[in-house]
């Protein structure tokens, strides 16, 4: 069977399959050294996990939109809007309450990073029929995302998307999490039986998209179901979902495009042109954290630097812009034609 590579498959094992798998396993061998990490080593977690991995990847969208003129031309209401919608929507939201803003917006992550791994097996699946056994997949997938995060809602967990009591909404939800387990093991074992089927008739397997589903199981199930540790959650959490859509994003959008389609990107499609895709998102991604740290944080770096309520609310809506951004874009640019 041919596979179906994004790429190949050193990239695709690398960069998009490979990278909850690895963690997992770095998580097992030095179990204790990392629950103790964020104490003694809290600069660096958050410098390398949170301003290099998951902020970087927010603006290595700007290669799939705003660095592209013609597409900018080609939608200009909707990468002009979705920027200007997303601030005004954030000032709505801060105007109801601190902590009403960041529920909002950590329940628009989850259905972002919700919707990542069932983007990543369609493409997975994409030469695949339409038949039951890719409803399945579907099903799978969305259980090995959905069950973990109703589950977070209704527990105790030691750590948090954003901020404190974010999910304090399902609260006084009756406890469902007794039911969902059993339906959870249930759609797991249906999907394993299944593969197991398909793959013995037909003597052939999917790689890609089942270690896809896999690793997506994995690294949700233990990063915040099994494991109740924030640096746990944030090594799968973050590297799980940013480091691959990176390497989307530079699959997609620089080497897979001849030089005439990139124009003046066409820099960034040679080994020293990765390097200068990198050291452009982490800049971006530093510059962005810089600012939410010396005016909103202050948890790791010192700066006398105070702003009145007012201005906290303008700024924060403000500063949340190109994560917002992102995650409402990302419903668009992704999509395939439907004649295509």
């Given at each position: 069977?041919?596979?179906?590579?994004?790429?190949?498959?050193?990239?695709?094992?690398?960069?998009?399959?490979?990278?909850?798998?690895?963690?997992?396993?770095?998580?097992?061998?030095?179990?204790?050294?990392?629950?103790?990490?964020?104490?003694?080593?809290?600069?660096?977690?958050?410098?390398?996990?949170?301003?290099?991995?998951?902020?970087?990847?927010?603006?290595?969208?700007?290669?799939?939109?705003?660095?592209?003129?013609?597409?900018?031309?080609?939608?200009?209401?909707?990468?002009?809007?979705?920027?200007?919608?997303?601030?005004?929507?954030?000032?709505?939201?801060?105007?109801?309450?601190?902590?009403?803003?960041?529920?909002?917006?950590?329940?628009?992550?989850?259905?972002?990073?919700?919707?990542?791994?069932?983007?990543?097996?369609?493409?997975?699946?994409?030469?695949?029929?339409?038949?039951?056994?890719?409803?399945?997949?579907?099903?799978?997938?969305?259980?090995?995302?959905?069950?973990?995060?109703?589950?977070?809602?209704?527990?105790?967990?030691?750590?948090?998307?954003?901020?404190?009591?974010?999910?304090?909404?399902?609260?006084?939800?009756?406890?469902?999490?007794?039911?969902?387990?059993i339906l959870y093991f249930i759609i797991l074992s249906v999907w394993i039986f299944k593969t197991v089927i398909e793959i013995s008739e037909t003597k052939q397997i999917n790689l890609p998209k089942n270690a896809l589903i896999i690793g997506t199981y994995l690294s949700w199930y233990f990063g915040i179901v099994y494991f109740n540790n924030d640096v746990v959650f944030t090594l799968l959490n973050v590297i799980s979902h940013g480091i691959p859509y990176v390497a989307l994003v530079y699959i997609r959008e620089i080497k897979q495009k001849e030089p005439t389609q990139l124009n003046h990107l066409s820099v960034f499609k040679s080994t020293f042109g990765v390097l200068l895709f990198i050291a452009v998102i982490f800049t971006f991604a530093f510059f962005e954290e810089f600012l939410w740290e010396i005016l909103v944080w202050r948890e790791h770096l010192s700066w006398d630097f105070k702003l009145s309520e007012f201005w906290f609310q303008l700024l924060i809506p403000l500063l949340v812009v190109p994560q917002l951004t992102h995650y409402l874009l990302d419903g668009f640019i992704w999509r395939k034609p439907k004649n295509g």
């Open positions: 069977m041919k596979q179906p590579w994004i790429h190949n498959a050193k990239t695709d094992g690398w960069f998009i399959l490979s990278p909850p798998f690895i963690i997992l396993l770095v998580i097992f061998v030095f179990q204790k050294q990392i629950q103790g990490l964020e104490n003694h080593y809290s600069f660096y977690t958050w410098l390398f996990l949170i301003v290099f991995v998951d902020v970087a990847h927010v603006y290595s969208t700007l290669f799939k939109t705003y660095f592209v003129k013609a597409e900018i031309q080609k939608r200009k209401l909707l990468y002009y809007g979705i920027p200007l919608l997303s601030w005004i929507l954030g000032l709505i939201l801060y105007q109801l309450g601190s902590l009403t803003f960041w529920s909002v917006l950590a329940l628009i992550a989850v259905f972002h990073f919700i919707r990542q791994q069932y983007g990543f097996m369609r493409i997975y699946a994409r030469s695949e029929r339409n038949n039951w056994s890719k409803k399945t997949d579907e099903v799978a997938i969305y259980s090995a995302t959905v069950f973990p995060m109703l589950y977070w809602f209704k527990t105790e967990r030691d750590f948090n998307w954003f901020v404190k009591n974010e999910f304090q909404w399902f609260e006084n939800i009756p406890d469902y999490v007794p039911l969902l387990r």
